[in-house]
């Protein structure tokens, strides 16, 4: 199987973007900019994980994970140690954590590699109060449609970093002197061209 054979294998009944409509509804931020949706391709997951060097045994964690889509591209491309989501709306948590558990009783047991042991977790909560500690690489997809005021409080959230921590964001980007700026690449996302902008935790 490709990656982009996971689409058909895992996601074709997955409706992300009426989910995400449900789960802002649910909690009254139906107009809240900073809960937009959007999804990755299969294509911009590996772009982001050339770019970072991704290698066996790192942690990946995609902040506001939505379906999943990124959790499980990630891990089937690379042997991760761990490949984390973390999402805030109940609804988009629910349908990646089946996806997480399809991904596991159908794909991981055809891996001969170390994908087989790869740990797939969704964690439902806000992404300004999970804990990154062990995290080697950390993409922020939804920074894209974040305020001035968010971007500040991500900044400051991703500091708690380790040194050397591989750091993605889409479209926006951090000012903090606790980053090198390493390269700003183009990155096809399911919703249109958009930026990679890589920073290594200093």
């Not at 409706?15 to 391709?41: F, H, N, Q, V, W």
């Not at 891990?75 to 989501?85: E, H, Q, T």
């Not at 990155?187 to 890589?198: E, F, H, I, K």
């Amino acid at each position: 199987m490709t990656v982009s054979g996971l689409q058909d294998a895992l996601f074709t009944d997955i409706a992300g973007y009426s989910l995400s409509a449900l789960g802002k509804m649910a909690i009254g931020r139906e107009a809240d900019p900073a809960l937009t949706y959007g999804e990755c391709t299969p294509e911009a997951v590996a772009h982001i994980l050339a770019i970072t060097g991704a290698k066996q045994g790192d942690v990946f964690y995609d902040l506001g994970s939505g379906t999943g889509k990124m959790v499980v591209y990630a891990a089937f491309l690379v042997p991760l140690k761990k490949s984390v989501g973390v999402e805030l709306l109940p609804e988009l948590h629910k349908a990646a954590a089946t996806v997480g558990d399809r991904y596991r009783q159908e794909i991981q047991p055809q891996f001969q590699d170390q994908r087989r042991e790869t740990a797939l977790s969704f964690q439902l909560g806000d992404i300004f109060e999970t804990d990154l500690s062990d995290a080697d690489i950390v993409v922020s997809h939804c920074c894209t449609c974040f305020d001035d005021a968010l971007m500040q409080k991500l900044s400051d959230k991703l500091e708690a970093c380790k040194p050397g921590t591989r750091i993605v964001t889409i479209t926006r980007g951090l000012s903090s002197p606790a980053f090198e700026s390493v390269s700003m690449t183009p990155c096809q996302m399911g919703w249109g061209q958009a930026t990679a902008n890589l920073y290594r935790r200093r």
